[in-house]
């Protein structure tokens, strides 16, 4: 269990994505990226939010923002997706810690999604680093994830993380 509190503090201390413009807070910058109807793309099926968009986490010019969706069943087991970004000050430190949580994890690269990604068995995620951005996307379910609505996830969420 370890790996996976290591995971969390990283995810809070290092923080998510896209800078917000000189005097502008954003709340929550992940939900602007994976919103409801791209969720249901994704899925290919009516969504909920299966979280609230709780405000970013902020620390300096680091920060990290989450956002999950599930599939509107009514069964609190249906499949979803979810996005958490953190930002770092920088395209380094973004990719020190990323392939800390690599190695950490036994990551297994996956090519062609931005500068790098690399997919973990447990828990079940895609990773995915684009400048100073490392974006985890999670799909299907706790049990059963899903490669194919990850990875589609990933090449929309990508047109939307600009590259630093």
């Known amino acids: 269990m370890k790996p996976l509190y290591l995971l969390f503090a990283l995810a ?4 998510p ?7 502008e807070t954003k709340a929550n910058r992940a939900s602007e990226i994976l919103t409801a109807d791209l969720a249901q793309k994704i899925l290919g099926v009516p969504v909920e939010s299966s979280s609230a968009a709780t405000p970013d986490t902020e620390m300096g010019q680091t920060w990290v923002s ?7 069943t009514g069964d609190a087991s249906a499949p979803g997706v979810s996005l958490l970004i953190r930002h770092a000050g920088s395209a380094a430190e973004a990719k020190s ?13 996956v090519a062609g999604l931005g500068d790098a990604a690399y997919r973990t068995k447990t828990p079940a995620q895609l990773d995915v680093l684009k ?7 999670t799909a299907g379910t706790f049990s059963n994830p899903d490669r194919v609505s ?3 996830a990933a090449h929309e969420i990508l047109t939307k993380v600009p590259g630093s």
Do not use: C, V
């Open 12 to 15: 809070l201390l290092a923080g």
């Open 131 to 137: 400048g100073s951005n490392w974006l985890i996307i």
């Open 17 to 23: 994505a896209m800078p917000a413009s000189a005097g």
């Open 150 to 152: 990850q990875e589609k």
């Open 66 to 72: 989450r956002i999950s969706y599930r599939a509107k």
């Open 97 to 109: 810690i990323f392939d800390s949580s690599k190695a950490t994890f036994h990551g297994e690269d």
